[in-house]
């Protein structure tokens, strides 16, 4: 059986115990039981008699689809809390044609009773539509960060090959600029920072091309 292994941040692989070769769809299992068809990458290592593969799964889903997921399940929601909020807020107005008249309350009039469950309704009513709307926007807020998120581009993607090369690029055109005096040294660590950011960049366009690459 193949099963998931965590390999890095946003990584897993594939542990098989057989050899696969590239390009092959496999059935690799979660720690759940569910099975999902992937396709064979590049083989990282070898450990204990199993093969450890990159893998992406051959329905697309990635981390870019899962936040489209999200976003799309906030916006539901958000819908939702709208549409409750509405509803709420329709029923504060039920007595507003009585209660805009703005007549005290008569104690101990036959009306009374009528007169202060309007009030507390409408009050109750009122607070309920303002929580839902509230509700709403807060889904909303979170649609718009997993919508960000679904521009995410990581090592679990093929696509994280071209992405960290460019990042390599930029980053060491800014750490040349920094040493020339082409950027400003805004403090004492900047010099230090772009060095660190360079190194970074390397070493995920190395393991990038490790997991995705083709010349291995």
Not at 50 to 78: C, K, L, M, P, T
Not at 193 to 210: G, S
Request: neutral net charge.
């Amino acid at each position: 059986m193949n099963t998931y292994y965590k390999f890095c941040p946003n990584v897993f692989l594939a542990k098989c115990d057989e050899k696969h070769e590239k390009g092959e769809v496999i059935e690799v299992t979660t720690k759940y039981g569910k099975e999902n068809e992937s396709i064979v990458f590049n083989l990282i290592f070898e450990k204990d008699g199993f093969y450890y593969y990159s893998i992406v799964r051959a329905d697309g889903f990635n981390v870019q689809e899962w936040a489209r997921q999200r976003a799309e399940r906030r916006r539901e929601w958000a819908a939702s809390a709208e549409r409750k909020s509405k509803e709420y807020f329709d029923k504060s107005n039920k007595d507003r044609d009585f209660l805009s008249l703005g007549e005290p309350i008569k104690v101990g009039h036959h009306s009374e009773r009528r007169h202060r469950k309007a009030i507390e309704d409408a009050w109750n009513n009122t607070g309920k539509a303002v929580a839902y709307l509230d509700k709403a926007q807060e889904h909303e807020n979170k649609a718009a960060y997993w919508d960000a998120k679904a521009e995410t581009i990581n090592l679990s993607m093929p696509e994280s090959i071209d992405f960290y090369e460019h990042k390599l690029e930029v980053t060491k055109e800014y750490h040349e600029g920094v040493k020339s005096g082409k950027y400003p040294r805004e403090h004492v660590y900047t010099l230090t920072y772009a060095k660190k950011a360079v190194n970074e960049a390397q070493k995920n366009y190395e393991l990038a091309k490790k997991l995705w690459g083709e010349d291995l």
